[in-house]
T-cell receptor
């Protein structure tokens, strides 16, 4: 079953612009993670934010988490052509089994 | 280099012919997992293992088997593949079963004819 739902499903922006992707989830979580996947390749972990954190930065990435709205956003600043990829959020639930569940992803295209 | 290695990268087979997809990690990770990725459905967990000799079903375990005899290896076995198992498969591992920060293999594209 899907826990995370990313929005939008696809996004195209000009190089240099900022890209924002959103993730909504349904249940109580331990942490939320964002992954990047280049076409047909394995996913790469980008950033993890715990349920007691509200914002986290890593290089050009900024992640926010709003547990009251059960939502997260990933902001990529000053986008580059190499950022073209699919981005997935994944949640680890808080029910004791620590199950990690992925959303269906946002396909980001950076136009040079 | 720290990595998760899957083999083969591509596999075409016929219905009913048993196959194994191997997965090995060199990071001494306790947690390992298999996912399948299908268009529009995202990644779905097939099986996972919290440690040696401990395996559990994920969301879509039917038609698959796994084993965890050693910490580094976690093979995925399809005893009698069917066309609906045509998919892109990923093995992943994590140092901590708690955080689940996953390291992924490069994937195996399986086609069952």
């Amino acid at each position: 079953s899907q826990q995370g739902e990313e929005d939008p499903q696809a996004l195209s922006i000009q190089e240099g612009e900022n890209a924002t992707m959103n993730c909504s989830y349904k249940t109580s979580i331990n942490n939320l993670q964002w992954y990047r996947q280049n076409s047909g390749r394995g996913l790469v972990h980008l950033i993890l934010i715990r349920s007691n954190e509200r914002e986290k930065h890593s290089g050009r990435l900024r992640v926010t988490l709003d547990t009251s709205k059960k939502s997260s956003s990933l902001l990529i600043t000053a986008s580059r052509a190499a950022d073209t990829a699919s981005y997935f959020c994944a949640t680890v639930d808080d029910f004791g089994n620590e199950k990690l569940t992925f959303g269906t992803g946002t396909r980001l295209t950076i136009i040079p | 280099e720290a990595q998760v290695t899957q083999n083969p990268r591509y596999l075409i087979t016929v219905t009913g012919k048993k196959l194994t997809v191997t997965c090995s990690q060199n990071m001494n990770h306790e947690y390992m997992s298999w996912y399948r990725q299908d268009p529009g459905l995202g990644l779905r967990q097939i099986y996972y293992s919290m440690n040696v000799e401990v395996t559990d079903k994920g969301d879509v375990p039917e038609g698959y088997k796994v084993s965890r005899k050693e910490k580094r290896n976690f093979p995925l076995i399809l005893e009698s593949p069917s066309p609906n198992q045509t998919s892109l498969y990923f093995c992943a591992s994590s140092l901590s079963p708690d955080s689940k920060k996953l390291f992924f293999g490069s994937g195996t594209q399986l086609s069952v004819l």
